[in-house]
């Protein structure tokens, strides 16, 4: 087992060998290989002595998204490649004895990067879609609020008409009432002066002539 030193050194070692990958294409394989096995190395019976932290590399992948210069396209394309030679080349009788081992942890190491984007993409794609969702909700609460000011609107210009309509209803009942007030009366005065004027057929004149002046005094009351 590793003391924590040589842990930390060999972990410190593997990311500043990942972030080159993710710059550019790695050139030679075989000397990606040779950095490799600084960190991965095995014991008699062919144990890892040495485990990538899977923290690390989520660390690792926020790094390259914050760099501009790094991609984790070329990280991947260059963790494939090497991965595939040390593959050919254990096949190999002259291989090293450790390219099987450092094959299988390449392959996890390679596996473990390629979850973790996958996993950072996935978080992405979520927000962007809450936020989307945020975004219509703002709108619909927008033109909610839009439909109630303009309904609210809508009622108290309905109140007002339905006031003036009560006002006019009310207005028109007044002149009808005092017209037909008017026409009653004058009805009832024309009716009253006829009754009085046959009444007086044989009444002397002057008698006759203060009537015709009381019933010119009334219809002029009435008027």
């Known amino acids: 087992m590793l003391e924590k030193e040589e842990y930390r ?3 410190d070692l593997l990311l500043a060998f990942l972030k080159k990958l993710a710059l550019t294409h790695f050139a030679e394989p075989e000397d990606a290989v040779k ?3 600084q960190v991965y190395t095995f014991d008699d019976q062919g144990r890892n002595e040495y485990r990538h932290e899977y923290s690390r590399l989520m660390q690792l992948i926020s790094d390259i998204n914050a760099n501009v210069d790094m991609s984790e396209d070329a990280l991947l394309a260059n963790l ?9 080349e254990s096949e190999k009788p002259e291989k090293p004895s450790d390219y099987p081992l450092l094959a299988k942890s390449i392959f996890k190491l390679k596996d473990h990067i390629s979850l973790e984007i996958l996993r950072k993409k996935a ?3 979520e927000h962007s879609r809450m936020k989307d969702q945020e975004v219509k909700i703002e709108e619909l609460q927008s033109i909610t609020s839009k ?3 303009e309904t609210k609107e809508a009622e108290n210009k309905q109140k007002i008409l339905t006031d003036q309509i ?6 028109s009942i007044a002149i009808l009432s005092l017209f037909s007030a ?4 004058f009805m009832g005065g024309i009716s009253f002066s006829g009754s009085v004027l046959e009444s007086m057929q044989n009444t002397n004149i002057y008698k006759l002539a203060l009537i015709t002046l009381m019933l010119g005094v009334i219809l002029i ?3």
């Open 9 to 11: 050194r060999r972990t």
């Open 35 to 37: 950095e490799l096995q």
């Open 80 to 88: 494939e490649g090497i991965y595939e030679y040390i593959s050919e």
């Open 123 to 125: 978080i992405e794609t």
């Open 147 to 149: 439909i109630k000011e």
């Open 166 to 171: 009560n006002k006019q209803q009310i207005d």
């Open 182 to 185: 008017v026409v009653l009366a």
């Open 221 to 223: 009351g009435v008027f």
